[in-house]
């Protein structure tokens, strides 16, 4: 074979890939894409047995067009890439500043996480991609998410390298203040000190969060409110909501969550359950999704009495959990139940349960079955219980990039694949929680992501909290000191003490 003929060959293979990616940017849906894809591949066969030079060029040229004319505005991006909607969502990120330009030249940002929320595209409109010169380096030719997943793989040796010691420097300990603390700590370890200093890390802890930042995030909410999901699909959305969940995990399975090891820094009290001498303790996964906060403690577990519970909305997931091989019905009991029912699941007794983990899941609920909820939990529990929360915050970058007719109600959307997801403020949680459960713990956690390679901005937001179910006979006592509200984080951002969570508490894989 000739050099034409190879040039050739590799020019209409890379022709095929960007037709391919084009189509995966308008056709998210797996049934779309592949029926799209079929399509593209019918008429690249279709011209495979042209001989003339000049119908040769003309069909390259009228595809490349059709790429430019047909690409994407929003082009799709993985959750956990740089700029996805999960990106740092999970990570443990390097905490060392990068010492050349060599690293600042290949870090695309820090290591990839999963949360909400897939990139949202429209299944409706046809094809399109970017268009990358043939003439770049390697690594200029790289997108940003896979030069992030390079730098994910082999840290290490990319340090080894640059003649670096690689970092071992993780963090051990919440940045969170516990209720009883005597003095605070700094949230996190990365504070900005210098916004010229902003692009020298991956990300920074307890990020301010200033006028410009409040008045970009009010335009994206008008934004959204000009146009909202259509009257006639929002009952449609609801009804589906637990289909668009068994769908969501036919497709991902246990691939898309990642193990929530994080959980034994921010919520120490989960872990005493599995000490040996812990005794007969019961802990129940709400959301179990693929059991990631289940499968974690099982097998640290050296308490021979414990027992965990995990349910989900999801037929799909529970299965999922079920084909686990580390799945032991003598260890765990996982089935099918929605935290809004109108009562407790029959597998388990009221009042039995230590601890409740309920993370990324109040979100999904329609805001009106919140006070039931409530009370499921509180059934749930035995007197002096905990409930231990994590979930989005008012504000959060996934919030703020949902487009056109995705907005179901104030601060409540649709993805998407057709998954609900609502996005808090503190006060809503000292009202969801406040009148049955004694408040521990209402945090905030912000932060400062930045994609150093693209000189990126990302701000995060999430909620954390710890809940416990009063002794009988007892009232809820006040607010403990790690309450925060948002009028309080103003000053929150300059004092950087109680009321914060750590940045650690992203879990080290993804989220939905």
Excluded at 52 to 75: G, M, T, W, Y
């Amino acid at each position: 074979m000739s050099e034409a003929q190879i040039a050739h060959r590799r020019l209409v293979q890379s022709l095929y890939k960007r037709s391919l990616k084009t189509a995966q940017d308008w056709y998210i849906d797996t049934n779309l894409f592949r029926r799209k894809a079929v399509e593209l591949r019918m008429q690249f066969e279709a011209n495979k047995n042209l001989r003339q030079p000049r119908q040769i060029a003309l069909a390259i040229q009228q595809a490349e067009q059709h790429l430019i004319d047909f690409r994407h505005p929003d082009p799709y991006i993985a959750p956990t890439a740089p700029g996805g909607s999960k990106f740092e969502r999970n990570a443990h990120p390097d905490t060392a500043k990068p010492e050349s330009a060599s690293e600042v030249h290949h870090a695309a940002g820090t290591t990839p996480a999963a949360e909400d929320d897939s990139t949202i595209k429209n299944p409706s409109i046809p094809s399109q991609t970017e268009i990358h010169g043939d003439t770049a380096s390697p690594d200029a030719r790289k997108r940003p998410s896979e030069l992030a997943a390079l730098e994910d793989k082999e840290p290490v040796k990319r340090q080894e390298l640059e003649g670096k010691k690689p970092s071992t420097d993780k963090k051990t300990v919440s940045s969170s203040v516990d209720v009883n603390a005597s003095d605070s700590k700094p949230f996190g370890g990365r504070i900005l000190q210098d916004e010229s200093d902003v692009f020298e890390q991956n990300a920074w802890d307890h990020a301010p969060w200033g006028e410009e930042q409040e008045q970009h995030a009010q335009n994206e909410i008008a934004r959204q409110r000009k146009d909202p999901v259509p009257n006639e699909l929002i009952p449609v959305y609801h009804e589906e909501a637990a289909e668009n969940w068994n769908k969501f995990y036919a497709k991902n399975e246990n691939r898309f969550f990642k193990d929530r090891h994080w959980l034994r820094i921010e919520f120490p009290q989960l872990f005493e359950m599995v000490e040996a001498n812990a005794g007969p303790k019961n802990v129940m996964e709400i959301g179990c999704g693929a059991g990631n906060t289940l499968f974690p403690m099982i097998q640290e577990s050296k308490n021979p009495e414990l027992f965990v519970y995990g349910c989900d909305f999801s037929s799909t997931a529970v299965e999922v959990v079920k084909g686990n091989p580390n799945y032991d019905e003598s260890k765990c009991k996982a089935f099918v139940w929605d935290l809004a029912s109108d009562d407790i699941p029959p597998e388990v007794e009221p009042e039995s349960m230590d601890v409740i983990v309920l993370i990324f899941v109040l979100s999904a609920l329609h805001p009106d079955r919140w006070d039931q909820a409530m009370s499921n939990l509180y059934k749930l529990l035995k007197p002096g219980g905990l409930v231990v929360f994590r979930d989005y915050g008012r504000y959060d970058m996934a919030q703020l990039r949902f487009k056109k007719n995705r907005l179901l109600s104030d601060n409540f959307y649709v993805r998407g694949d057709g998954t609900r997801v609502y996005f808090f403020d503190s006060e809503e949680i000292v009202k969801l929680f406040g009148a049955k459960f004694t408040i521990e713990q209402n945090a905030v956690d912000r932060r400062l992501i930045v994609n150093r390679l693209r000189k990126v901005k990302m701000y995060r937001v999430w909620l954390q909290g710890k809940f416990r179910k009063p002794l009988a006979g007892q009232e809820p006592a006040a607010p403990a000191e790690t309450t925060v509200t948002t009028e309080s984080e103003a000053s929150a951002t300059t004092s950087a003490a109680t009321n914060t969570v750590s940045s650690s508490d992203i879990p080290s894989g993804t989220e939905a």
